[in-house]
């Protein structure tokens, strides 16, 4: 049974060429899926990073901060598969990360 596809508001019949690209897409983006979700996590990990480098430079850090900021530079070497970029990217129902690693000290 062929897949469908909508064409200006009406559900039609992929061909077989389109089916075959649609797989295709399908298993590329999959296929990268680890790399964009590492890119997400190093876009947040660099804006918690970049919020707080004025206690760096203002000498104000605690300890705990300077913990902190080694922690999320860490991140990529200590996280390297899906499942724990998964756990870094998780959010709850109002869209807030969840994973205690974004807690600033």
Do not use: C, F
Not at 6 to 13: E, F, K, P, T
Not at 40 to 50: A, E, G, M, V, W
């Amino acid at each position: 049974m062929a897949r469908k596809k909508m064409l200006n508001g009406i559900l039609v019949d992929m061909t077989a060429e389109e089916e075959t690209m649609h797989d295709t897409d399908i298993v590329n983006r999959n296929a990268t899926a680890p790399q964009r979700k590492l890119s997400d996590i190093r876009i947040i990990r660099n804006k918690k990073l970049s919020e707080t480098d004025w206690l760096v430079t203002s000498e104000q850090i605690t300890d705990a901060q300077k913990t902190w900021r080694e922690n999320l530079r860490k991140i990529p070497q200590d996280n390297s598969t899906e499942e724990e970029y998964d756990l870094l990217l998780s959010k709850d129902s109002e869209g807030n990360l969840t994973n205690a690693i974004w807690n600033k000290p």
